[in-house]
């Protein structure tokens, strides 16, 4: 059973940055994709990037596109969320999840996530 815990948010006035990380034990992290989910309240949850279990291919919602950056050190059996320019509407908990298939792309079409860490809270002030 894989464990994921997440950290790094909080609350940034907007325009700031904030880098999220997730820590996973219990699972050959660097077999499997990884992806960062966010749920603003009253809404569903939605995608925000997706990572390949090699870190080759990455996968960005529009939402997320040229602010945000998601990397991987299997190393560190950590994947990051760098994001930059924050505005009011990404407001929300953030939770990582990993593919429940080895060897995966990332892709939030193709990947099967599961396995969802706790959140953490970003807020953006306006």
């Known amino acids: 059973q894989v464990q994921l815990v997440e950290s790094g948010g909080g609350l940034v006035q907007a325009g700031g940055s904030l880098r999220l990380s997730c820590a996973a034990s219990?699972?050959?992290?660097?077999?499997?994709?990884m992806g960062w989910f966010r749920q603003a309240p009253g809404k569903e949850r939605e995608f925000v990037a997706g990572i390949s279990w090699s870190g080759r291919s990455t996968y960005y919602a529009d939402s997320a596109k040229g602010r945000f950056t998601i990397s991987r050190d299997n190393a560190k059996n950590t994947v990051s969320l760098q994001m930059n320019s924050l505005k009011p509407e990404d407001t929300a908990v953030y939770h990582c999840?990993?593919?429940?298939?080895?060897?995966?792309?990332?892709?939030?079409?193709?990947?099967?996530?599961?396995?969802w860490g706790q959140g953490t809270q970003v807020t953006v002030s306006s």
């Open positions: 219990g699972r050959t992290f660097s077999s499997y994709a």
């Open positions: 999840a990993i593919d429940l298939k080895a060897y995966g792309a990332g892709s939030p079409s193709t990947t099967d996530f599961g396995s």
